[in-house]
């Protein structure tokens, strides 16, 4: 369904973006934001989700900066990889090259939200409080949210979060809600980490679901 097509960023930087169409007139775009695995099988089959919903869906390669084509499964190998190489990633690098895809969107016209999982969860809120562009944001379980809590957003936002994920306790909500008290955030009872990713152990349907029928909504009321 997809295809793989090279961005600009405005330093010049040169990545991948996987590109997904959707059959008919879109309704708007989506930068599609990976977790810490690459833009692989996942997160391609996201991107092709979103294009069936109707948009014109982006998901950038933003490991490109540090091993070009990065990509791994799920095992506590590829974790360890992953996490080895996000940490050699700086993260306004990494906004660059979203908004590389923002603006390829907007080529088209189109109005342009953005959804992270995981590292992308973070990217995605720093998308909206740092980027010119970005219609909607929907942020999954973003262990760096809390720590850009103070931020501002230029555009409305949603967040979801399992509550029993190990690695975002309660008082990461609590640090957001107390900033932001009118952002929609969405907690799951039994969902950990990784609760929307079908290829992973804590992958959790029922809340991946309903996610992702609250992110649909999100993106039909502020995109189109």
Not at 36 to 56: L, M, P
Not at 87 to 115: H, M, P, W, Y
Not at 133 to 138: D, K, Q
Request: net charge neutral; proline share 5%.
């Amino acid at each position: 369904m997809g295809e793989m097509l090279t961005l600009t960023a405005e330093d010049g930087h040169r990545l991948s973006a996987y590109r997904a169409m959707p059959s008919g007139k879109p309704r708007g775009g989506l930068v599609v934001i990976q977790e810490i695995f690459g833009v692989n099988s996942h997160i391609k089959k996201v991107t092709d989700g979103f294009a069936a919903d109707g948009y014109v869906a982006i998901a950038p390669a933003l490991f490109d900066r540090v091993e070009r084509g990065f990509e791994t499964g799920y095992a506590p190998a590829d974790i360890e990889r992953g996490r080895m190489v996000r940490g050699k990633l700086q993260i306004e690098d990494a906004l660059k090259d979203v908004k590389a895809s923002v603006k390829e969107l907007q080529k088209s016209g189109l109005k342009v939200g953005v959804v992270g999982y995981c590292f992308g969860g973070t990217v995605a809120w720093l998308a909206a409080t740092r980027l010119d562009g970005v219609a909607a944001a929907s942020s999954y379980y973003g262990g760096g949210v809390a720590d850009a809590a103070g931020e501002q957003p230029k555009c409305p936002v949603q967040f979801h979060f399992g509550e029993t994920d190990q690695s975002i306790p309660k008082d990461h909500w609590d640090r957001i809600k107390a900033q932001h008290p009118k952002i929609p955030m969405y907690t799951y009872p039994t969902a950990g980490h990784g609760f929307s990713c079908d290829e992973r152990g804590s992958y959790h349907e029922p809340s991946s679901r309903q996610a992702r029928q609250r992110t649909i909504e999100f993106f039909r009321e502020h995109i189109g």
